[in-house]
């Protein structure tokens, strides 16, 4: 099994509203990533987690808030977004953080910040 | 500033051509460059990774190379199928402590029969 699932498939909310992405995979993989895409751009990595520790946070805004549960989930927690925000959410895992091992992207979650 | 420029950035071909993709790096030091293929509104999937020591590998009828003496890779894509129509993203990951990738912008690859 090398899939990385992620729900919702679609999000729309509102700049007030609270809601989470979800993210899990079952390959046993240690590192997991968060990146944000924008269309016709390339991903932008927002945060690493290690071994179910938060190991790289590129300057995300508060307003998200990433959370590993356990080595298979990991969660991303939005809160007051901007409409700026809206983009494609993507969670990808790997075996471990810093070696030659493939990221294997999940489909993807679709946000609209109204 | 670690980058990675990939050329050309759109294409269009017909189905059954060959083509070629290129990607010039100068991340240092030089740990491992990923190909991958991305449609609109998906995640990316893997279709390659090389490490240093690695000149070519292939997957079907992708087959990409790596010269790392010039920092230069370059995606070969064999009797092109409409399917093939997608975003191709050349990454680059440093060794050593700081493992950020680095993700080229893409090439944009329409295949029309």
């Known amino acids: 099994d090398t899939e990385v699932t992620q729900t919702p498939k679609h999000l729309v909310m509102g700049m007030t509203n609270k809601k989470s992405l979800k993210c899990e995979q079952h390959?046993?993989?240690?590192?997991m990533y968060w990146y944000k895409q924008k269309a016709k751009k390339p991903p932008e990595l927002m945060f690493v987690?290690?071994?179910?520790?938060?190991?790289i946070n590129e300057s995300v805004p508060s307003r998200f808030s990433p959370e590993c549960p356990n080595s298979s989930l990991l969660n991303l927690h939005l809160h007051a977004l901007q409409p700026e925000d809206s983009a494609l959410y993507l969670c990808?895992?790997?075996?471990?953080?810093?070696?030659?091992?493939?990221?294997?992207f999940g489909p993807g979650t679709r946000l609209t910040v109204l | 500033k670690n980058q990675v420029e990939q050329s050309p950035q759109s294409l269009i071909i017909l189905e059954g051509k060959n083509c070629t993709l290129q990607c010039n790096y100068t991340v240092s030091p030089f740990s491992n460059l990923r190909w991958y293929k991305q449609d609109t509104g998906r995640g990316p999937v893997s279709l390659t990774i090389?490490?240093?020591?690695?000149n070519t590998k292939s997957n079907g009828r992708y087959t990409a190379t790596l010269d790392a003496d010039t920092k230069q890779s370059s995606l070969h894509i064999t009797a092109s199928q409409l399917s093939d129509s997608a975003s191709y993203i050349c990454?680059?990951?440093?060794?050593?402590?700081?493992?950020?990738?680095?993700f080229g912008r893409g090439t944009s690859l329409i295949v029309h029969p």
């Open positions: 090389m490490t240093f020591s690695e």
């Open positions: 990808a895992s790997s075996q471990k953080a810093g070696g030659p091992d493939t990221q294997y």
């Open positions: 390959m046993g993989h240690r590192a």
């Open positions: 987690y290690s071994y179910e520790k938060l190991s």
């Open positions: 990454v680059v990951s440093p060794s050593g402590g700081s493992y950020i990738p680095t």
